[in-house]
């Protein structure tokens, strides 16, 4: 590290005050930084700040852009809904949180042109409608985009209300006591949601004309909505508040609980992201601990010498301490830059196939990547470190006293408690953090079993090839690789299993990116249904089929709908039956539709109970029967023969509080149901079919009026049929929700792309890693080809023995990498990002090969300059100090 007489300047100095430390420190760094050692360990620390801060950054600011894209389906971060006006109290409350509010009001009248009348959802705004995004609307110029409401005195209105009473711009309609005029034509709003909670077509109209209308009296079926859009940390900081507003009966909604497939996307982006810098960071440790090795062993010598002049162990560790925190303290401004640098290359990317607003970055992703760094380099390096201050002075003279390396497990246990404590800082999972810290060290175990058994295996088969002079060049260098390869077991081992690892982690980043991408394009396929057609009557059903039948090639099955109102629970009043939590459910507040199906319909999954059997289906007598039963009330107590059987979707089970067995009665008009819930389903909220929350056995819900839905997928070439539907069955409502599907394709896509950007970064601290084990590897390799070249090998045969010695390591690395890799993205799926695990076949050949070309490559290049040294140049590497 330095000149004997430069050692003994410093040293008379030792007792000096920390500054003289520093100093001393920072020149044998300046003066380290030559030695390929500590360039790797440079780049490794670097790496790490780099993966965590650009990573860091990016999820900080792709999750709250993506969050306040998809919040566009809403209008805003919160959505708060109640049957009565909000508090002047609670609004106030709001704002001071930092949130800005819009307040809407939806109801339901008949409108009318001349003698045309027509029922239709009214939607109220007021001026600050909409809180994000604009309404693509056509006010005589064309389609454009809105950042506003109708003004007073105007209204807008959908194509299907345009088209079932003959509208146009400039006409005037009333509305309840009031004209309003048309001045927009809807194409798309700024909040469509994917509800059904409407099947009427849309009016928007001003908050200023409601009053005129006369349309808010006692009784009024009215729902007042407050959208709010404000920074995470406003919304964060009302959770108690929101608690209480869902226990007093008010609906709370987000994206995550109302586009629940959505939210489990972005949950997922985020969660891998994460993953993604956990496994650049722990590349990164890899690295380091590599190029430590090398450089504690270049050392030794200086620590011998030093202690010779009289510098004790508790100096040592200080000097050493000192140089290695500049290192890491240059490593992390370095680091920091490239991060920043790195997410807004990102984001530039990103945003070029898709435009994406994004708050700028905050400051807390540059303090966790310093203290990534800091983390990385007493976790990894520490406990190899110690050598240095166990050193003994008579090392100068025998080199054969060399201090004892740390124990391994010591090295393995101390990185392991490091990387578990970024892991739970990543993650935010405390159980998950220590199940795959135990499953990791586990594995090492196992690995290391493995990795033994193949070097002995390796041996072997090296005496089975032909020697001498029999044996072909290429046999013979494979044979000498393998031999040095099986011989060097200590070191053999500690390179595979960094290579094992560093294969696993990368290729488990891979796996976990193909598996999420294969899971967001099944959540929403090509042809996914775009329209919905609603209130078909029984007497339409045929001739609307056969209408569907030569213009539609996939469609969804027609379900019954019947409305109904829940009005007690397990003989109960609702409110009075459910947890506090489910009190703001808006199942309580609003009818839902009813179905019945002899089969489990498509896109349902069983998770309790069992599925109607033959004897279930209630005949129109018993159901009569069970009605006259229950006619006393609702506490009214019936024979449990008299209930019939229902399916109830399980997360609404959950947040009201039922189970198998409960019983749940329904208002339908003036009559009373009650059903038992004899099964729980899994849905697909997201799949754009018809889903129903109660599903009830033939032969109950007949006698109700009801009307049919279903689903179908029309492509740009039936754009004709539509209209076709609407002047042939006037009576049907259709919904298109293509413009609901390009928002939730869109927001995917954008997930996507920084999954796939994020992946590079990984792969590029997974070549760290090479590059530091065979830096580390180089003076002992430099020593056996120097033997080789005394006893008259070629250059030529010394490159085929070196290439065949990577090519096998990185051979049975990318195996050990396989199998790790595959135990590890099983328990990821099924304890983190709610996968199904999966075997993935061509991993257990892509990866071995890969690893043999990956590391054949870059260790055959690195020993270029070794092999075109002296032998005895060569063999002086062994000892260089």
Request: proline share 5%; hydrophobic share 50%; glycine share 12%.
């Amino acid at each position: 590290m330095m000149a004997s007489g430069d050692s003994r300047r410093d040293t008379r100095r030792i007792p000096g005050n920390g500054l003289h430390w520093l100093g001393l420190a920072a020149r044998g760094l300046k003066r380290d930084l030559r030695a390929a050692d500590v360039r790797a360990l440079f780049v490794a620390l670097a790496l790490a700040v780099a993966a965590s801060t650009m990573i860091g950054f990016f999820l900080d600011r792709l999750e709250r852009g993506l969050t306040r894209q998809a919040g566009q389906m809403l209008g805003g971060d919160l959505v708060l809904e109640q049957g009565e006006p909000f508090s002047s109290e609670l609004k106030s409350t709001l704002r001071e949180a930092g949130m800005t509010l819009s307040d809407q009001v939806d109801l339901v009248s008949m409108i009318s042109r001349g003698e045309r009348f027509q029922p239709a959802s009214l939607k109220v705004v007021d001026s600050a409608y909409p809180l994000y995004g604009a309404s693509r609307v056509d006010v005589g110029n064309g389609v454009e985009p809105l950042a506003r409401g109708p003004g007073p005195g105007e209204a807008w209105v959908d194509p299907r209300l345009e088209s079932l009473i003959d509208l146009q711009l400039g006409d005037e309609v009333r509305v309840g006591r009031t004209t309003l005029t048309v001045s927009g034509i809807i194409e798309r709003e700024a909040d469509q949601s994917g509800g059904f909670s409407s099947f009427n077509p849309r009016l928007m109209m001003h908050v200023d004309d409601l009053a005129a209308t006369g349309l808010v009296q006692p009784g009024s079926r009215i729902e007042y909505e407050i959208l709010a859009a404000g920074p995470p940390a406003a919304v964060s900081s009302l959770d108690a508040r929101l608690e209480a507003l869902k226990r007093d009966g008010v609906e709370v909604r987000d994206v995550r609980v109302d586009r629940p497939g959505l939210g489990r996307a972005l949950e997922r982006a985020e969660k891998y992201l994460a993953l993604a810098g956990l496994a650049a960071v722990l590349l990164a440790g890899v690295a380091v601990a590599m190029a430590t090795r090398r450089y504690v062993d270049r050392h030794l010598d200086t620590a011998a010498l030093l202690r010779c002049f009289g510098a004790s162990q508790r100096q040592l560790t200080r000097l050493f301490a000192l140089q290695l925190g500049w290192l890491a303290l240059a490593a992390s401004v370095c680091g920091a830059l490239l991060g920043l640098a790195g997410q807004a290359g990102l984001l530039a990317l990103l945003t070029a196939f898709l435009p994406l607003e994004l708050p700028p970055p905050g400051p807390l992703p540059l303090a966790l990547g310093v203290l990534t760094a800091l983390a990385v380099l007493v976790g990894f390096a520490g406990p190899t470190l110690l050598r240095l201050k166990r050193v003994s002075a008579l090392k100068v003279l025998r080199r054969e006293l060399d201090p004892l390396p740390a124990s391994a497990w010591l090295v393995v246990a101390m990185a392991s408690l490091v990387f578990g404590g970024l892991m739970w800082l990543y993650s935010g999972d405390l159980w998950l953090s220590v199940a795959l810290l135990v499953g990791g060290l586990v594995m090492l175990v196992i690995l290391g079993g493995v990795g033994t058994l193949i070097l002995s295996g390796v041996l072997r088969l090296a005496a089975l090839l032909p020697q001498g002079a029999h044996g072909a060049s290429s046999t013979r260098a494979l044979r000498l690789g393998a031999r040095q390869l099986g011989r060097r077991r200590q070191a053999s081992l500690g390179q595979l299993l960094a290579f094992a690892v560093t294969f696993a982690a990368m290729a488990m980043i891979g796996l976990v990116r193909g598996d999420l991408l294969t899971a967001w394009q099944d959540q929403l396929p090509e042809d996914t249904p775009n329209y919905f057609a609603i209130n078909i009557q029984p007497q339409e059903r045929d001739a609307f089929v056969e209408t569907l039948a030569g213009a539609v090639d996939d469609r969804t099955a027609l379900y019954p709908m019947v409305r109904g109102r829940i009005t007690a629970l397990n003989g109960q009043p609702p409110l009075e039956a459910v947890p506090e939590s489910g009190r703001g459910s808006n199942a309580l507040r609003r009818e839902l539709n009813l179905t019945w199906r002899d089969t489990l319909p498509e896109g349902n999954r069983l998770v309790a109970g069992e599925w109607f059997a033959a004897g279930d289906r209630v005949s129109e007598a018993e159901a009569s029967f069970s009605e006259a039963a229950n006619a006393g009330g609702v506490g009214a107590t019936e024979p449990s023969d008299e209930i019939v059987p229902i399916s109830l979707e399980a997360e609404l089970a959950g947040r009201l509080g039922l189970g198998l067995g409960d019983t749940m009665s329904f208002t339908i008009g003036a009559d009373t149901l009650t059903g038992r819930i004899t099964s729980l389903r899994d849905l697909d909220w997201d799949s754009f079919r018809p889903n129903f929350y109660v599903i009830f056995p033939p032969g109950v819900l007949e006698r109700f009026g009801h009307t049919y839905i279903t689903a179908f997928h029309l492509g740009d070439e039936q754009s004709s049929l539509p209209g076709q539907i609407v002047k042939n069955f006037p009576a049907v409502s259709l919904l298109n929700v293509e413009a609901i599907l390009g928002q939730v394709r869109d927001l995917l896509t954008q997930v996507t792309r920084s999954v796939e950007l994020v992946l590079g970064f990984v792969l590029l601290a997974g070549i760290s890693v090479l590059y530091a084990a065979l830096i580390a590897s180089r003076p002992l390799r430099a020593h056996e080809s120097g033997l080789l070249r005394v006893f008259g090998a070629s250059d030529r045969l010394i490159s085929r023995v070196q290439g065949a010695e990577f090519a096998i390591l990185g051979l049975a690395s990318g195996l050990m990498g396989a199998l790790l890799a595959e135990l590890a993205a099983a328990g990821i799926y099924a304890g983190w990002l709610d996968l199904a695990p999966r075997l993935h076949p061509w991993l257990w050949i892509g990866l071995p090969l890969g690893g043999a070309l990956l590391v054949g490559l870059i260790g055959h290049g690195l020993s270029r300059s070794l092999r075109r040294q002296t032998p005895m140049a060569s063999l002086g590497l062994l000892g260089e100090a």
